[in-house]
């Protein structure tokens, strides 16, 4: 009877010295103990790691800048184009010729009825003067 006992109360302990705790890895890491002449030693490399971390951070946030310029560039150079193409048609529409004469109906200015001729100076005409 002490036998049959036994047997099950040995076989929790090998299961419990079977199955360790579960621990995350963080908690591994923070029991660890690192000898303080390793950890003198680590120091340099500790810096440069925080080194390369600081510089990756601020290149990181400088591409960001850059691109939130060239997004408001761009915007800038649609709304340009939009009042490039209005003041054009508006220029094109006010030089039209039936708009012109409107323009200048008051001045006393008055359109040509016939075509415009070119002058041409002949060599009688030079030595004339």
């Not at 660890?32 to 601020?58: C, E, K, N, Q």
């Amino acid at each position: 009877m002490n036998q049959l006992r036994e047997k099950p109360e040995n076989t929790e302990q090998q299961e419990q010295q079977e199955t360790p705790k579960k621990r995350g890895k963080l908690i591994e890491l923070a029991d660890m103990s690192v000898p303080v002449a390793d950890l003198r030693r680590m120091f340099p490399y500790i810096f440069f790691l925080a080194g390369l971390a600081i510089i990756h951070i601020y290149n990181s946030n400088q591409a960001i800048k850059v691109v939130r310029r060239a997004d408001e560039l761009a915007k800038e150079i649609k709304e340009a184009r939009a009042e490039y193409i209005s003041v054009k048609s508006e220029l094109m529409y006010r030089s039209k010729q039936s708009q012109v004469s409107k323009r200048l109906e008051g001045t006393g200015l008055k359109e040509l009825k016939q075509p415009p001729f070119k002058i041409t100076e002949t060599e009688e005409d030079r030595d004339e003067r």
